[in-house]
């Protein structure tokens, strides 16, 4: 059903902001220095011809969205030409909707057949979670500019007041969501959220693993030293998966440290990179064994297994009957939670870089069917962090967020940093979001004195 307060794209404007890490992160099998972050500008019109703008960001995170043996460069180049054609085909789009109906309708029927436009020719695929990632600035920015043109926060525009249809049009067509909105699976907005931090595989913990080229730059390096100055209780622990003697002396030395500084709550992330199921509860078990207090303090276990669930119908029911099992990477569409579901999954891990729409129907579909939250970064930082916490704050996750754009790249968001001190700075273990007012993501971009490069693209006038 058409809506007055429906809008379309009128114009876009990209922006790429490269960003330098301070110490490197170990992603899988590569080992990340930077990235670039994708931000764009676009303007909406509603159907009287009222106009707005939005702004929307995400890091382009080529180890996480394309492990390959390409080149780095090669890899970065091509996500930052596809989003370079979605700035133009966004505007040729034409459609007038609520921005989850424009998001949705996108990915369904436009969005892989730019993908095979642009890999035609190509030795490797641009895979099609990078193909969401840079997508997600737009996605982001047109619930932005929806937002600000009615003078309201997005989450607040989830309703049958401004929905032309229910999630009966998005999801399955059964009788769970008939009648249903998406607010009807949101908490009320929590202004304070307990906050995760990342434990890479290269990052010290002790001091006989420093190697002296650590930057001293006034931020801290030891894992014991972050957890005191910003007084952390959750740590995600990032592992190798395919050395198990390795990974479980990990989680026994951060979980020792944990009990001694106070920290309440862990979890393990094995980067898809198991096959066995048994790789996963044999750790569990002799931690059960050993360790009991640190296996009480593991709140949940994230994407051991391939992200691919279609080619790997793994029944991973003996390790969610021991501690809940969190999708990741293949939570990028809802259809993949269900098979994740069938398949022994317990919870979902969401991410505003897939999308906000995705992410939205995602946590309805799993909501409705019994499945625990989680929202996770990828080192979100300047305006990126923004929609990223407030997907957390009203999602009702298990605890809180992760947040680790402050330990690898604080002097980034600097700028952001003296409107939002909350948000880019972890004080007793928690994030506040009390500085953002206003409409659309409150991001207040007109106090942020960040002076951005060239544009990449520009289309529409």
């Not at 952390?232 to 020792?256: E, F, H, Q």
């Not at 505003?352 to 992410?359: E, I, M, R, S, V």
């Not at 940093?417 to 409409?439: C, F, I, M, N």
Request: glycine residues 8%.
């Amino acid at each position: 059903m058409n809506k007055p307060t429906d809008i379309t794209v009128r114009e876009t404007e990209l922006f790429f902001l490269p960003t330098r890490m301070r110490v490197p992160l170990k992603f899988g099998a590569q080992v990340v220095e930077g990235a670039i972050c994708a931000r764009v500008r676009v303007r909406v019109e509603d159907r009287q011809g009222r106009s707005a703008e939005g702004w929307g960001e995400t890091p382009l995170s080529v180890a996480w969205v394309w492990p390959s043996s390409l080149s780095w460069n090669e890899r970065e180049s091509r996500m930052q030409e596809f989003t370079a054609r979605l700035a133009e085909e966004l505007v040729k789009f034409g459609e007038f909707g609520h921005p989850m109906e424009l998001g949705h309708h996108f990915q369904e029927h436009r969005l892989e057949k730019i993908r095979s436009e642009l890999n035609e020719g190509k030795s490797e695929e641009l895979p099609h979670l990078a193909a969401l990632v840079c997508h997600s600035l737009f996605d982001l920015a047109i619930f932005d500019a929806y937002g600000n043109l009615h003078g309201r926060p997005v989450f607040e525009t989830l309703s049958s007041e401004w929905m032309g249809s229910d999630l009966v049009r998005f999801l399955d067509p059964s009788a769970t969501f008939a009648g249903k909105w998406p607010v009807d699976f949101l908490t009320e907005r929590r202004e304070r959220l307990a906050v995760w931090h990342l434990v890479g595989g290269l990052d010290p913990v002790e001091p006989s693993e420093l190697t002296g080229s650590e930057p001293k730059d006034g931020y801290p390096v030891l894992l014991r030293d972050w957890i005191r100055a910003d007084g952390l209780k959750c740590l995600k622990i990032k592992l190798r998966g395919n050395d198990s003697a390795w990974d479980y002396d990990r989680i026994v030395k951060i979980g020792r440290m944990s009990i001694e500084e106070g920290v309440t709550w862990l979890t393990a992330d094995f980067n898809c990179t198991v096959t066995d199921p048994a790789y996963v509860t044999e750790i569990l078990d002799r931690l059960l064994l050993e360790e009991p207090r640190i296996y009480g303090m593991l709140l949940y276990i994230e994407q051991p297994f391939p992200y691919d669930l279609e080619a790997n119908r793994i029944d991973v029911r003996s390790v969610s009957a021991r501690k809940p099992l969190f999708l990741d990477e293949s939570a990028h569409d809802w259809r993949f939670v269900r098979l994740g579901r069938e398949l022994g999954w317990t919870g979902v891990a969401l991410k505003t870089c897939k999308t906000l729409t995705g992410a939205l129907l995602s946590l309805c579909w799993a909501r409705a069917h019994g499945m625990t939250l989680m929202v996770q970064d990828l080192t979100n930082v300047m305006l990126a962090q923004i929609p990223h916490v407030t997907l957390a704050s009203y999602a009702g996750t298990i605890m809180g967020v992760e947040s680790n754009g402050m330990q690898f790249c604080p002097a980034a968001s600097e700028i952001e940093a003296k409107v939002h001190p909350g948000l880019y700075r972890r004080r007793e273990g928690v994030l506040d979001l009390s500085t953002l007012q206003g409409s659309g993501f409150g991001y207040r971009v007109a106090e942020i004195e960040r002076q951005l490069p060239p544009a990449a693209a520009h289309y529409g006038a």
